[in-house]
């Protein structure tokens, strides 16, 4: 005879009522965010995903909540069982995710990189895989080949020279180098999930005493589509992700040997694109270090570690951007080759671009954070944050807990300071390099949760929500992922079965053509995709460059060139 349903406890109710209303109003903050009832414009992409995608997903995770709640005792007591079963089994649960994740970087994300911050990822990988540190093009069609907007912003390139070479800093581009030689690229930000979702395990259970908190911080982890649907990607954010988390992981003993890896982990995390994500992250931490008795060692043997790869990785990589560039016309001096000049000129330059990334925390700036917090929630487990908001303030005693949680607030409160939209990319972009503290944070709270005798339905309701997310969320996630890339990759023409080409693509504002530009950095592929100047100018450069060359198709995407032999 089944015994009576336990009454849900102060706190169940509280969370379950919270999250109902937080949702209700991410509904709101969407509909006035994207100007309903207007349509929204695809080139503002943070809108137009929360209008075509976030909807939805908000209704399904309302949908999830209620039916959680209506659910049966025993469900959420067969849930826990996926709880234990993560617990005992970490690896495994990691290789199978590993696996899950290639089929999607294939198959839903279409091995494509979306976003030109991917594109200059893969381009430079693919430089550095041929032995180079940086490409070549015909100097008069580096503005054709890279597309003059994104040209010295994405992809630098050089007019008199052809050399070209990625923007950003070449951490994440060496990490993803030998999958590119190997003809897998798609498989490396798979593998980096798999190794954080173990140092996420890891690290909620040296945070915690519940035996299943490692359980716990996986599945919270897994179930939330934002962690899977990252690293199906070429962003760096998975990396920053896992190198934050081993981070975190080094610095929970203080030992001279552990902080000095803690060190060589940051500095090459300060180097995978940019590194105000490690700094961030980092600033807690190391603030903590100073206040310690013996600050002078710990602040030591961790500025040994970040020098390995942060001085030559990252000032290095400079230097050579800027010997590709040239000297900037907004210099001190006129450029004439003296040594100091281009000392000043450089520090100037980057001066220049630390001042156009800032800005004052305005309402344009502060809108765009509360559209990127709303899909933040949209993205995880229905009220994950609220967990680890409530596992932040209960483990608040241990330090190393309190750190956690200030290195996400850290991050969501530096980049009101930052002037740019995350544009594409899933869930909250410029968040995940700290997203491994919501899982971990509300592993705490439910160790926390598990020895209270009025909270005992709690546990078994938060591993429903997770099993109900990761069976219904997720699958949403992908058909939504799969479809804008799908729609996405059709503004380019097609190219033919075979042959030497040229793609001409058209750029429209609203459609992000611009970004399907993209090409092998030596051009070595049979087609080459270059911007379209209009037809008139297209086939006069066709004309004048690739004399015999056949037009055999043009429509408002653009034109394809057939290329004699």
Same mark, same amino acid.
């Given at each position: 005879?089944?015994?009576?349903?336990?009454?849900?406890?102060?706190?169940?109710?509280?969370?379950?009522?919270?999250?109902?209303?937080?949702?209700?109003?991410?509904?709101?903050?969407?509909?006035?965010?994207?100007?309903?009832?207007?349509?929204?414009?695809?080139?503002?992409?943070?809108?137009?995903?929360?209008?075509?995608?976030?909807?939805?997903?908000?209704?399904?995770?309302?949908?999830?909540?209620?039916?959680?709640?209506?659910?049966?005792?025993?469900?959420?007591?067969?849930?826990?069982?996926?709880?234990?079963?993560?617990?005992?089994?970490?690896?495994?649960?990691?290789?199978?995710?590993?696996?899950?994740?290639?089929?999607?970087?294939?198959?839903?994300?279409?091995?494509?990189?979306?976003?030109?911050?991917?594109?200059?990822?893969?381009?430079?990988?693919?430089?550095?895989?041929?032995?180079?540190?940086?490409?070549?093009?015909?100097?008069?069609?580096?503005?054709?080949?890279?597309?003059?907007?994104?040209?010295?912003?994405?992809?630098?390139? @050089?007019?008199?020279? %052809? +050399?070209? *070479?990625?923007? &950003?800093?070449?951490?994440? =581009?060496? /990490? !993803?180098?030998?999958?590119? $030689?190997?003809?897998?690229?798609?498989?490396?930000?798979?593998?980096?999930?798999?190794?954080?979702?173990?140092?996420?395990?890891?690290?909620?259970?040296?945070?915690?005493?519940?035996?299943?908190?490692?359980?716990?911080?996986?599945?919270?982890?897994?179930? @939330?589509?934002?962690? %899977? +649907?990252? *690293?199906?990607? &070429?962003?760096?954010?998975? =990396?920053? /992700? !896992?190198?934050?988390?081993? $981070?975190?992981?080094?610095?929970?003993?203080?030992?001279?040997?552990?902080?000095?890896?803690?060190?060589?982990?940051?500095?090459?995390?300060?180097?995978?694109?940019?590194?105000?994500?490690?700094?961030?992250?980092?600033?807690?931490?190391?603030?903590?270090?100073?206040?310690?008795?013996?600050?002078?060692?710990?602040?030591?043997?961790?500025?040994?570690?970040?020098?390995?790869?942060?001085?030559?990785?990252?000032?290095?990589?400079?230097?050579?951007?800027?010997?590709?560039?040239?000297?900037?016309?907004?210099?001190?001096?006129?450029?004439?080759?003296?040594?100091?000049?281009?000392?000043?000129?450089?520090?100037?330059?980057?001066?220049?671009?630390?001042?156009?990334?800032?800005?004052?925390?305005?309402?344009?700036?502060?809108?765009?954070?509360?559209?990127?917090?709303?899909?933040?929630?949209?993205?995880?487990?229905?009220?994950?944050?609220?967990?680890?908001?409530?596992?932040?303030?209960?483990?608040?005693?241990?330090?190393?807990?309190?750190?956690?949680?200030?290195?996400?607030?850290?991050?969501?409160?530096?980049?009101?300071?930052?002037?740019?939209?995350?544009?594409?990319?899933?869930?909250?972009?410029?968040?995940?390099?700290?997203?491994?503290?919501?899982?971990?944070?509300?592993?705490?709270?439910?160790?926390?949760?598990?020895?209270?005798?009025?909270?005992?339905?709690?546990?078994?309701?938060?591993?429903?929500?997770?099993?109900?997310?990761?069976?219904?969320?997720?699958?949403?996630?992908?058909?939504?992922?799969?479809?804008?890339?799908?729609?996405?990759?059709?503004?380019?023409?097609?190219?033919?079965?075979?042959?030497?080409?040229?793609?001409?693509?058209?750029?429209?504002?609203?459609?992000?053509?611009?970004?399907?530009?993209?090409?092998?950095?030596?051009?070595?592929?049979?087609?080459?995709?270059?911007?379209?100047?209009?037809?008139?100018?297209?086939?006069?450069?066709?004309?004048?460059?690739?004399?015999?060359?056949?037009?055999?198709?043009?429509?408002?995407?653009?034109?394809?060139?057939?290329?004699?032999?």
């Amino acid at each position: 005879m089944r015994g009576p349903m336990t009454a849900p406890g102060y706190w169940t109710r509280r969370f379950f009522a919270a999250s109902i209303a937080i949702g209700a109003l991410s509904v709101l903050l969407i509909l006035h965010f994207t100007g309903y009832p207007f349509e929204p414009w695809g080139f503002w992409i943070v809108e137009f995903h929360l209008r075509t995608q976030d909807l939805a997903g908000a209704a399904l995770l309302l949908a999830i909540l209620l039916a959680a709640w209506a659910a049966p005792e025993r469900a959420g007591a067969a849930a826990l069982a996926a709880v234990d079963a993560m617990a005992r089994h970490p690896w495994r649960v990691a290789a199978a995710t590993f696996v899950a994740l290639c089929l999607g970087a294939v198959f839903v994300e279409h091995n494509h990189p979306l976003a030109q911050d991917e594109y200059a990822a893969v381009f430079q990988s693919r430089i550095f895989a041929a032995g180079r540190l940086t490409g070549e093009f015909p100097p008069d069609l580096v503005g054709r080949l890279v597309p003059y907007m994104y040209l010295n912003n994405f992809i630098y390139g @050089s007019w008199q020279t %052809g +050399a070209v *070479a990625s923007a &950003y800093w070449p951490g994440f =581009a060496l /990490l !993803l180098t030998p999958f590119t $030689f190997l003809g897998v690229p798609w498989a490396c930000n798979p593998l980096l999930a798999a190794a954080a979702l173990v140092a996420i395990a890891r690290i909620a259970g040296r945070l915690s005493a519940d035996p299943r908190a490692p359980g716990w911080a996986m599945l919270l982890a897994l179930a @939330s589509p934002a962690f %899977g +649907a990252m *690293a199906i990607t &070429y962003f760096s954010m998975t =990396a920053h /992700l !896992l190198f934050n988390a081993l $981070f975190v992981w080094l610095l929970l003993e203080r030992t001279p040997r552990r902080l000095f890896f803690a060190g060589v982990v940051g500095s090459f995390a300060l180097v995978l694109h940019n590194p105000v994500p490690h700094a961030l992250f980092a600033f807690p931490w190391i603030v903590w270090l100073a206040l310690q008795p013996q600050r002078y060692r710990y602040l030591g043997a961790l500025a040994a570690g970040y020098a390995v790869f942060a001085l030559p990785l990252g000032l290095g990589w400079a230097l050579l951007l800027y010997d590709i560039q040239g000297d900037p016309l907004y210099g001190l001096f006129p450029a004439d080759g003296n040594a100091l000049e281009r000392i000043v000129n450089f520090f100037w330059g980057w001066h220049i671009r630390m001042r156009t990334a800032l800005a004052v925390p305005l309402d344009g700036v502060l809108e765009m954070r509360i559209a990127e917090g709303v899909r933040l929630w949209h993205w995880a487990v229905p009220g994950l944050p609220l967990l680890a908001a409530a596992g932040w303030w209960l483990g608040r005693r241990d330090p190393r807990v309190l750190l956690l949680g200030l290195s996400l607030l850290c991050t969501l409160a530096g980049y009101l300071f930052v002037s740019f939209s995350q544009g594409h990319g899933w869930g909250a972009r410029y968040v995940h390099p700290a997203w491994a503290a919501l899982p971990v944070l509300g592993a705490v709270c439910l160790g926390f949760v598990r020895g209270a005798e009025t909270e005992k339905r709690l546990p078994g309701y938060v591993a429903l929500l997770a099993l109900l997310s990761l069976a219904l969320a997720t699958p949403l996630r992908a058909v939504q992922i799969d479809r804008y890339l799908t729609t996405h990759l059709a503004n380019r023409p097609a190219a033919l079965p075979q042959g030497r080409q040229v793609v001409l693509v058209r750029s429209y504002i609203e459609t992000y053509s611009a970004d399907l530009v993209q090409n092998d950095p030596f051009l070595r592929q049979q087609v080459w995709y270059m911007l379209s100047h209009g037809s008139a100018a297209d086939r006069a450069l066709m004309r004048s460059r690739f004399p015999g060359a056949r037009l055999v198709s043009e429509d408002r995407r653009g034109q394809v060139w057939l290329i004699a032999p």
